[in-house]
């Protein structure tokens, strides 16, 4: 059981040490990614730019990746694949074109057209237009979805600990959303519904890490009434170091394996997560953990202000 300890028992990191550089570089990466969104931009996917949705039965199962490249040298911009229910059942996604609606008319039909020669006997279940309207109502939707978890987990963390818990991981998720978001404006990633669903569920994970590093810091509040709040947050944040780095660990490698033979229909969502869990992780020993230090949860007894741990 020895070769499988990721972290030493008894390792005791001081954390704390570098949180004002910790701070001040997340601090200056949520400038970064708020600048890249408001001069790149989101690379919205079909879900919220609008497009053409065509749903298919073929008479054996279709092989994606000769769908995918014969409908992609058509130069019809970005076609997505998605498999649903039965093996032979297909979804294609295409974006809007530029042009009204006889544009996308020709396009549809050229669409049709290669799947015709792909599949003899094609049943074609349905060919529906999503308009810039539904686009921007999933937009609006996807964004209210996020700040209303958001918003439960600050009031869940404020009747579970103290007020001063709850600013610390709003905060600290508001970071990895944020960081999560700068990384797709930078490479320009595909932004669709599953990366909505992505960063619900990264709000999530980091919350449940945080909790942990937040009960044990409570506990140990209680256990170690001399000790400065410094020093409490660094004995906190190395008692339950083993179970968040087995916690990323084990959750990575899921996700990996998903990355790497999951396709390229889910590796939006699959990089989103492996971002989220790596910035998770960081913000819970590096964000959420020092923020204490600012906002200084009370201590329910009497003793002497620590000048250390007070950041300068």
């Known amino acids: 059981m020895k070769l499988l300890r990721l972290v030493p ?63 992609n040298s058509l130069g019809l911009g970005d076609i997505s694949l998605q498999e649903f229910g039965a093996a032979n059942d297909l979804l294609i996604r295409m974006a809007l074109l530029p042009g009204d609606e006889a544009v996308q008319q020709v396009a549809v039909d050229q669409v049709q057209d290669a799947l015709n020669l792909m599949f003899p006997g094609i049943e074609y279940r349905r060919v529906e237009f999503v308009g810039p309207q539904v686009s921007g109502e999933l937009i609006e939707k996807g964004t209210q979805a996020v ?45 669709g519904l599953p990366v909505v669903a992505a960063l619900l569920t990264i709000v999530g994970y980091s919350m449940n890490d945080t909790v942990v590093v937040y009960d044990r810091i409570r506990e140990n509040l209680r256990k170690f009434k001399q000790e400065s709040m410094l020093a409490i947050i660094d004995r906190s944040l190395s008692d339950t170091l ?71």
Not at 162 to 172: D, P, Y
Not at 282 to 290: Q, R
Request: net charge negative.
């Open 9 to 71: 028992a008894g390792l005791r990191v001081p954390f704390m040490q570098f949180h004002k550089v910790a701070v001040s570089i997340s601090a200056a990466l949520l400038v970064a990614s708020a600048v890249l969104l408001f001069t790149n931009g989101l690379n919205f996917g079909i879900d919220f730019r609008g497009g053409t949705l065509i749903e298919i039965e073929t008479a054996t199962a279709p092989d994606l990746g000769r769908v995918r490249d014969e409908l």
């Open 147 to 191: 700040l209303v978890a958001i918003l439960l987990m600050m009031v869940y963390i404020w009747l579970r600990f103290e007020w001063q818990f709850g600013v610390g991981a709003v905060i600290a998720l508001v970071h990895d959303v944020g960081l999560t978001i700068g990384l797709f404006c930078l490479f320009q990633i595909d932004f």
């Open 242 to 312: 083993s179970r968040t780095i087995m916690t990323s660990v084990t959750t990575l490698l899921a996700l990996a394996a998903l990355y790497v033979f999951g396709g390229e229909v889910i590796a939006p969502f699959v990089l989103a997560m492996i971002w989220g869990v790596l910035v998770g992780t960081y913000s819970s020993l590096f964000v959420a953990a020092p923020l204490l230090l600012y906002v200084k949860p009370v201590r329910n007894f009497n003793d002497e202000d620590d000048k250390d741990e007070t950041p300068a």
